[in-house]
Every structure is written in C-alpha cells, then in structure tokens.
C-alpha cells in the first residue's frame, strides 16, 4: 500500500468509461408521445438521405468488464431476443444498458425494468411537471404503466428503483480550427459508483 493512496479505494474493474458513439448518432427526443423505438427518427440533420434510426441504443455490458461492451441489434418492436419466452427476457436484459437523448440531455439506465423486467427501449421519456414547471424528467414502462425518474431512478409507485448510468460528453481530438464549426462530441458511460 502507498502512503499517498492510503484513503483511496482501489479502482473497480467495472467502474471503467466506455464510448457509445457520436452524440450526432442519437436523435434528440422531444414531446412527441412516442416510445424510444417507434417512430423511427433521422440524427439531428435536416438530410432526407439519411436512414431513421431507433431513439435509443442498448448495450450488453459484462459485469467485469465494461470494455467488452457491445451493442445489442434493436428490432421495430423491441429486441431481436424478443422471441424468447417471457420469463427469458428478463434474463437476456439483465446487463444491458439503455443510452437515449431527451431534450438535450442524455441518460443511461438499466435497460430491465426493475418491476416487471421488461425493456424498457420500449418506454416513453416524459417530462416531470408541477403546474408547468418541468422538474425532471420520466420514463414510463408499458407493460404496467409505471414510471422512473430518470436522475434518481424512483419509481412513482412502490419502492422499486431503475439503476441510473453516469453519462459524459467528451470532445473529439483534433477539434475543428474554423470557429463556426462546432466540435463532435462522444457519448462515454459507466456504472453510477457508490459512495464510500
């Protein structure tokens, strides 16, 4: 043991960042009282060429070692595992994380939810209001009808609660030189860490 570590904890192997993909790649969810899936959404772009895409991404991240992440293929209803029967796809969920954009912000949580271990790439982001002030923001599970807060990950009803992700915005290296453009960033997370 060093002196100079003798207060720091040891680095967890699953505390580790990594990259899921341009912030460019993910389309900016706002009200439009659709789920994370449908409809289908071109990037950021005014380009009629481009392909729509899914609102969200998921990833399998291994509990050991999240640089061994990768990105699980979504369908037009949900996951390709969909097919499994219902008590498997809780399973197949289990180390999966949900990374979307809403409103210009972006979140990652646990892609199970922790009532009814349904994928809730199928849930629709809302905001929290009080009397038309936005407090938070919300994803609702559709197999029950309940919701999450997507910061503190509380449950509007009982005492369940949806793990939440650390999100980061890095710039990408070489940052551009002309002044009007804007730099590209990348969407890096992780495993919220606990406290002590």
């Known amino acids: ?7 720091r904890a040891p680095s967890r192997s699953d505390a580790d960042w990594f990259s899921v993909g341009l912030v460019s790649s993910f389309p900016d969810l706002g009200s439009d009282d659709d789920n994370l899936l449908q409809p289908r959404r071109t990037c950021n772009t005014d380009d009629a060429n481009l392909e729509p895409v899914p609102g969200c991404k998921v990833f399998q991240v291994p509990p ?13 209803d949900g996951l390709d595992l969909v097919e499994s029967p219902e008590s498997e796809i809780g399973a197949d969920l289990k180390d ?3 990374v979307f954009q809403h409103k210009g912000k972006f979140h990652a ?3 199970k939810c922790p009532h009814s271990s349904f994928p809730l790439s199928q849930g ?3 905001d929290i209001e009080d009397f038309g002030i936005v407090l938070s923001a919300g994803l609702t ?6 919701s ?6 509380m449950a509007d ?3 369940y609660k949806l793990k939440v992700w650390e999100v980061q915005l890095r710039d990408l290296k070489p940052a551009p030189t002309d002044a009007a453009t804007k730099a590209e960033q990348e969407v890096w997370v992780r495993r919220k860490q606990r406290m002590g």
Do not use: Y
Not at 64 to 76: C, R
Not at 148 to 153: A, E, P, Q, R, T
């Open 64 to 76: 050991g070692n999240s640089s061994q992440s990768t990105e699980v293929p979504l369908s037009a």
């Open 148 to 153: 999450f807060d997507l910061f503190s990950g």
């Open 157 to 159: 009803r009982g005492s």
């Open 141 to 146: 599970c559709p197999k029950h009808g309940w």
């Open 124 to 126: 629709t982001p809302f």
């Open 96 to 98: 999966q994380v949900l």
């Open 109 to 111: 949580i646990d892609h």
């Open 1 to 7: 043991m060093n002196i100079f570590n003798a207060f």
